[in-house]
């Protein structure tokens, strides 16, 4: 299931594997509690409380990921560029 909705991202990554069809980035984001329900309490994919890692498409956020896109990095955390 997917779902849309604007939120704080702490990483972004390229995964090893990229998608022909989809490409997406791999993002540790915040999941607000009302956008919770049906992901497992128990996932390894909770990275931190309330810091859920999940895929991003690249074609939906072009303009969001254009700094990483363009860095060349295969990992950047965006935690100082929030502050």
């Known amino acids: 299931m997917t779902v849309e909705f604007e939120t704080t991202v702490y990483r972004i990554a390229l995964p090893f594997a990229q998608s022909e069809i989809e490409p997406f980035v791999w993002v540790d984001a915040f999941i607000p509690e009302d956008r919770r329900g049906g992901i497992p309490i128990l996932s390894s994919d909770w990275v931190a409380p309330g810091v859920y890692r999940t895929r ?28």
């Open 56 to 83: 991003a498409s690249i074609k939906k956020n072009r303009k969001s990921f254009a700094l990483f896109l363009a860095s060349g990095l295969r990992e950047m955390d965006v935690t100082e560029e929030l502050a």
